[in-house]
């Protein structure tokens, strides 16, 4: 189920491929993105605060264990662009669980769940 209800304004086509179309955005949309996301966070307030709290003392940890070590300041920058992604993902699917009615996980890693080893404390979907 698309959540996109305006069709696209232009279609490039190049060397024979039908790429996606470019969808024009107004100045109120992103107000609207952050509305629905304030209303996410409201209805998912524990787990999102949990995320939240666990990547920022992540590094916080990674910042302070390097204090002393300015050589280490690249691979600290390098591994936070890799890090907000992740947390990204996180957000997104308890946003898309939330879009479709689905129940929320009663564990604190959703991405547990399907795995082939579960995790030590027990999760259910």
Not at 48 to 61: D, E, I, K, Q
């Amino acid at each position: 189920m698309s959540t996109h209800t305006e069709s696209a304004v232009f279609h490039p086509q190049v060397a024979h491929m039908n790429l996606p179309g470019i969808r024009r955005v107004t100045f109120e949309q992103p107000l609207r993105w952050l509305r629905d996301g304030a209303k996410d966070f409201a209805r998912a307030w524990p787990l999102s605060l949990f995320y939240g709290a666990v990547f920022a003392l992540l590094g916080y940890g990674l910042v302070h264990a390097a204090e002393d070590r300015p050589h280490l300041a690249m691979a600290l920058v390098s591994g936070f662009l890799f890090i907000a992604p992740a947390l990204a993902i996180v957000f997104y699917c308890l946003s898309h669980r939330l879009e479709h009615h689905h129940k929320l996980p009663n564990c604190s890693f959703p991405c547990w769940r399907g795995a082939p080893i579960p995790p030590p404390w027990g999760c259910s979907p």
